[in-house]
């Protein structure tokens, strides 16, 4: 069990753990205060972690003269900043000049999109009036003008924040400047750090520190570099069945149906709103043309692409998805819808392993990992083992026999 493995530690090591949780709360309150010059570094760190299963595969593959020394991880890395670079010259260079035209094309033809919006708002208003009751509509009122004056608010604190946030511009520019380079060095020595990181970690826990980590990782890794696929190509097939359909500004609503993608549930829904509207500017059967398009792709997305791509590492019901969407715009708005689906897959995991890890069944660390990736309802038992190591476990494994 590894509550008892943590019991027959020596004082030493009790010290040693003491020693590290202190200066790990120390390090945690001084990157506290200084949290808003750091936003760069955390960016970095957020590409250095997308950024790293590629380094590591060329590094892993490059010739063997190469890998004697650190030649073969800075040229990986060079390898990968090239490509990272061509690729975002070639956005920058070809779809956004075409984004930022059909913008400027739609602020053009504004007077025409608002006057089919309040078309449709007053076609919408008086079915509301003539068929929801007198009450409904009392307390639907009264919410909605509670949500004007919050968002009113909101807009008010956002205003202010920005003008608090003028002063620290610099530092963020000479941190943003910075990136390519400390990125560098974080991707040269990452390997080094995990093992710093793992020789900390007192011997009889390492495992399960370990396997903690793949677990974290496994979600992460699958979720996010996953859904930036995923909605990479959502967005350039809704751009491509707009323009057979005939949709003006398809470019830039495939590139914004891309991003709101990033939103579970909820983010294609939202899409359609602006994506029916301005198709119905040209010709009206356009709207329904489009609609059917995003539904169709909508589905090829969660049965075909999400699947083979994200594949299984979320795992989240319908239901239980839609109540973790409500409970991430209460905490963190539209940073919350994002984030909560993979930090509550890797609660999940994690809380699935220890439970595992702990029970009469005397797992092993890699048997409980095992077991949280098969998903199993009932853990099988575990296979017979040396009487050295058995011992630690012979008293649940008497109470499980007797369970049983």
Do not use: C
Not at 178 to 189: E, G, K, M, Q, T
Not at 210 to 219: H, L, M, Q, S, Y
Not at 231 to 241: F, H, K, Q, R, Y
């Amino acid at each position: 069990m590894i509550f008892n493995q943590w019991r027959g530690w020596p004082a030493r090591q009790w010290a040693r753990a003491a020693l590290a949780g202190v200066v790990g709360l120390g390090v945690v309150a001084v990157l506290y205060r200084v949290r808003g010059a750091l936003l760069p570094f955390a960016l970095g760190l957020g590409l250095a972690y997308l950024a790293l299963p590629a380094v590591d595969w060329l590094e892993d593959h490059a010739p063997r003269p190469l890998r004697r020394g650190t030649l073969a991880r800075s040229l990986a890395i060079i390898v990968v900043y090239v490509v990272a670079l061509g690729l975002t010259a070639a956005f920058f260079a070809y779809l956004v000049p075409v984004i930022i035209g059909q913008v400027e094309q739609l602020i053009a033809q504004r007077e025409q999109i608002i006057g089919t919006v309040q078309t449709q708002l007053v076609a919408l208003y008086e079915w509301y009036r003539a068929t929801i009751p007198t009450q409904v509509q009392a307390t639907v009122e009264s919410r909605l003008q509670d949500a004007g004056d919050a968002l009113l608010k909101a807009l008010q604190s956002g205003i202010v924040g920005g003008l608090v946030a003028v002063g620290n511009t610099v530092s963020l520019v000479l941190g943003y400047l910075a990136i390519p380079f400390w990125l560098f060095f974080v991707l040269h020595d990452a390997r080094d750090y995990r093992r710093a990181a793992h020789d900390l970690m007192p011997e009889r826990i390492r495992p399960d520190i370990a396997n903690v980590g793949r677990i974290i990782d496994n979600v992460l890794s699958g979720y996010l570099r996953g859904q930036l696929i995923v909605a990479s190509v959502t967005g350039a097939l809704t751009a491509i069945a707009l323009s057979i359909i005939g949709v003006e500004f398809a470019v830039f609503l495939g590139f914004m149906v891309a991003v709101l993608d990033l939103i579970p549930s909820f983010g294609p829904v939202i899409a359609m709103v602006p994506v029916t509207i301005i198709a119905a500017m040209g010709q009206p059967i356009n709207a329904l043309w489009a609609a059917i398009a995003l539904v169709a792709i909508q589905q090829v997305e969660n049965i075909v692409i999400g699947p083979r791509i994200v594949g299984d590492s979320v795992q989240v019901r319908p239901a239980v998805l839609m109540l973790l969407l409500v409970i991430g715009n209460e905490l963190a708005g539209v940073l919350g819808l994002v984030i909560i689906v993979p930090l509550a897959a890797m609660l999940r995991d994690v809380v699935r392993y220890i439970y595992v890890r702990t029970g009469v069944e005397g797992l092993s660390p890699d048997e409980s990992l095992a077991a949280v990736h098969q998903g199993l309802s009932r853990w099988p038992e575990p296979p017979e083992r040396p009487a050295a190591e058995h011992a630690l476990g012979e008293d649940a494994s008497g109470e499980s026999s007797d369970a049983a």
